[in-house]
């Protein structure tokens, strides 16, 4: 199983690496919506990301797969937990139930 994330915080991207490779997952850490691998399971969005526009990512992935998008954010960022629900994700986390669930998310 292959897994899209679009995460510009080195601390996420490594967290991930390092359970996805306990778990036989790949990872692909992504920038654009061209660079998501055709073969991806699901995809997660950090929103506060500031290397891409999260919102607008979500967007355009939905408008070529359908694939589930997981985004977390910070609790009190609820307008972009507005945005990226009507962007078309699937499920929008707060950043610290995602750190908690990273091993039960990647395995979805």
Same mark, same amino acid.
């Given at each position: 199983?292959?897994?899209?994330?679009?995460? +510009?915080?080195?601390?996420?991207?490594? !967290?991930? !690496?390092?359970?996805? /490779?306990?778990?036989?997952?790949? @990872?692909?850490? *992504?920038?654009?919506?061209?660079?998501?691998?055709?073969?991806?399971?699901? &995809?997660? $969005?950090?929103?506060?990301?500031?290397?891409?526009?999260? @919102?607008?990512? &979500?967007?355009?992935?939905?408008?070529? *797969?359908?694939?589930?998008?997981?985004?977390? $954010?910070?609790? $009190?960022? @609820?307008?972009?937990? /507005? !945005?990226?629900?009507?962007?078309?994700?699937?499920?929008?986390?707060?950043?610290?139930?995602? $750190? +908690?669930? @990273?091993?039960?998310?990647? !395995?979805?």
């Amino acid at each position: 199983m292959k897994v899209a994330v679009f995460v +510009d915080v080195p601390y996420y991207t490594s !967290r991930l !690496r390092e359970i996805a /490779e306990e778990l036989g997952i790949k @990872i692909a850490v *992504c920038t654009s919506v061209e660079s998501v691998p055709g073969d991806t399971a699901s &995809i997660f $969005v950090d929103l506060s990301a500031t290397a891409f526009d999260p @919102i607008q990512i &979500i967007s355009s992935v939905k408008t070529v *797969c359908t694939v589930p998008i997981t985004a977390f $954010v910070s609790g $009190v960022q @609820i307008d972009m937990k /507005e !945005r990226a629900e009507k962007a078309g994700a699937t499920e929008v986390l707060p950043r610290s139930m995602f $750190v +908690d669930r @990273i091993e039960e998310a990647l !395995r979805t």
